[in-house]
């Protein structure tokens, strides 16, 4: 058991590192290798593994097989403490799909998560969702004005 950890953290610290080079990227076997260290690693519970790989089956991934595992690793990830992966999860419900229709509240939800987590976009799209409202979600001023604040608070500087 103390091997097989130690084996998949070689592996997918070595994977991250290949990462970065764009002509390993483009390699098939070795590209191969390089998820089944991402995956691995996830499966072993590594909350940065579980945000990393889920954001790359998320967006890169091929089919919506890929798509859901995305969505399920990112889910893990937020629930284990990931900020990034709570707001993506957010956006993700927030733009909903074929199966499941735009839900502001989870959208909310996962955001506020986020925003615990020190996440100031997620902030700040929840002071914009709580002032528009949305599918589920009526607006609410008071929310908007806390949440825009504290973006401001997490570091948010608007463009322009």
């Known amino acids: 058991m103390i091997l097989w950890r130690l084996r998949a953290g070689i592996g ?14 483009r390699q098939p076997r070795a590209w ?10 996830a499966a072993q519970d590594h909350v940065p593994a579980q945000s990393f790989y889920g954001h790359i089956l998320l967006f890169r991934g091929q089919g919506f097989g890929a798509r859901e595992e995305g969505l399920r690793l ?3 990830a937020a629930e284990g403490g990931d900020g990034k992966a709570a707001y993506q999860v957010g956006v993700q419900c927030l733009a909903g799909d074929s199966r499941h229709p735009a839900d502001a509240s989870a959208a909310a939800r996962w955001w506020v998560r986020a925003a615990e987590l020190g996440h100031p976009l997620a902030a700040q799209r929840l002071g914009q969702l709580y002032l528009d409202g949305g599918p589920n979600l009526t607006p609410d001023a008071s929310l908007a004005e806390r949440f825009f604040r504290s973006a401001e608070t997490l570091g948010f500087r608007p463009k322009g």
């Open 74 to 76: 990112l889910r893990l």
């Open 12 to 25: 997918y610290w070595i994977a991250r590192r290949l990462f970065h080079w764009r002509w390993v990227m």
């Open 32 to 41: 191969a290798w390089m998820e089944g260290q991402f995956s691995r690693m």
